[in-house]
């Protein structure tokens, strides 16, 4: 029996995806740059760079304002992005998707219009001890100005939610809100995320994930993951800064009030009363990141060009090479053990404060990131101030991990 053989996906070329980031080719005290802090913000390649210089180059003009040829151009590129985005989440519909400058914004404008506009005083919100802070406070400020109650889910000493906690704190039916993040950024831990719909939604609680980690690493289908609100940062997606994604279900969308009032997201305007824009235009005030945008697209296009199964399949090599070299580092400690993780690793040394760790490796040309990481609550669970951590991208290679390690062994030397 003749049996059809799918062809083999291409072997992942790290050093064909280094070539598209010019950065990484420099000398960093005369010694090559290894580049361990991506979950802070990633790298650009060639193709990011030339979108936004070609945008201001060759068609830039404010947006839906004009009715020359470069605005009519320009607007076309940037609604056209939210074609892309729709694309990369299998969104239902382009008008799902909200431009915000980053995650932190689309989380306040859930906080703000959701919270406020839609949730009653007395509903809960239910978040956990991994958040970020961007996830953590906006909350807080909804419970003081909204009367919202905050429930915190445990994290187990693993780093893995404890979802029988979880399952308690839905059960008396108050809770309005989930918002959870979809990966750690210090644990790298994945959350359960159909499991927590399923649990939210039975308690008839909506649910946000921050993928803010997430999207970088693995393929994001909202329809599969049946959340309610998803948001994104365009700059760890290689993409740039000041532009983000707040996606939302569109019966959603339809019943939130506008966040912040201004030009473009208003219908019509007098003296005594305003109407606004059809979403998700009515959630976007003002002049928005035009050439931004243009160059997320770029972005999002380059990681589709590689594929994310490529990528997720490099990115769990390297973190189990990184675990398995850090394990053989006397005195390292790595935060979390979940199983399911991905490339972020958190670690402490012993003798040492995570900042002169940072130093240094800095000194060796290899930059890793230092301190609380927008997660103080976090630290304080597993009993520390701040850790080291090295975060992994399309273009880190195995090499470098290992200069990591060696390196690490030379500093514990020097505070043994």
Not at 42 to 52: E, G, N, T, Y
Not at 71 to 83: K, L, Q
Not at 268 to 297: M, Y
């Amino acid at each position: 029996m003749n049996v059809a053989l799918r062809p083999a996906a291409p072997a992942f070329d790290v050093e064909r995806v280094r070539a598209e980031f010019p950065i990484l080719g420099q000398l960093v005290r005369g010694k090559k740059l290894v580049f361990l802090d991506s979950a802070a913000s990633a790298q650009k390649p060639r193709a990011v760079i030339d979108a936004f210089r070609d945008a201001m180059e060759t068609q830039y003009a404010n947006v839906h304002r004009g009715l020359h040829w470069m605005s009519e151009r320009t607007t076309d590129a940037y609604e056209g992005t939210r074609d892309v985005v729709a694309g990369l989440i299998n969104a239902r519909d382009r008008t799902e998707i909200v431009f915000v400058r980053n995650s932190t914004e689309g989380i306040n404008l859930v906080a703000n219009s959701y919270g406020r506009g839609v949730m009653q005083p007395g509903a809960a919100v239910v978040i956990s001890e991994m958040e970020h802070h961007s996830n953590l406070v906006p909350w807080q400020m909804l419970r003081d100005a909204h009367g919202i109650e905050l429930r915190i889910v445990p994290v187990t000493d693993t780093g893995e939610l404890d979802m029988a906690a979880f399952e308690a704190l839905l059960a008396d039916g108050r809770v309005g809100l989930v918002a959870i993040t979809h990966m750690s950024n210090v644990l790298g831990t994945y959350t359960p995320a159909q499991r927590i719909m399923a649990l939210a939604h039975a308690h008839g609680a909506k649910v946000l994930l921050d993928g803010s980690q997430a999207v970088v690493h693995r393929r994001v289908d909202v329809q599969a993951l049946g959340c309610d609100f998803y948001v994104f940062t365009g700059h760890k997606l290689y993409g740039p800064t000041g532009i983000g994604v707040l996606w939302a279900k569109s019966e959603l969308l339809d019943r939130m009030p506008p966040w912040m009032g201004g030009g473009d997201m208003i219908s019509s305007v007098t003296w005594e009363r305003s109407t606004w824009a059809n979403v998700p235009h009515k959630f976007e005030a003002g002049t928005p990141a035009i050439l931004e945008s243009v160059a997320l697209a770029a972005a999002i296009r380059f990681v589709q060009g590689i594929g994310y199964d490529a990528i997720a399949a490099h990115e769990a090599s390297l973190t189990a090479h990184a675990l398995d070299r850090l394990a053989h580092v006397e005195g390292v400690r790595v935060l979390g053990t979940a199983p399911d993780r991905g490339g972020v690793v958190s670690f402490t040394l012993a003798n040492a404060h995570a900042h002169d760790v940072a130093t240094l490796l800095d000194r060796e040309g290899i930059a890793v990131r230092a301190g609380n990481h927008c997660a103080e609550p976090l630290m304080r669970r597993f009993g520390v101030d701040s850790t080291a951590r090295a975060s992994f991208g399309v273009y880190t290679t195995h090499a470098e991990i290992d200069a990591l390690a060696d390196t690490l062994d030379r500093v514990r030397s020097f505070f043994a």
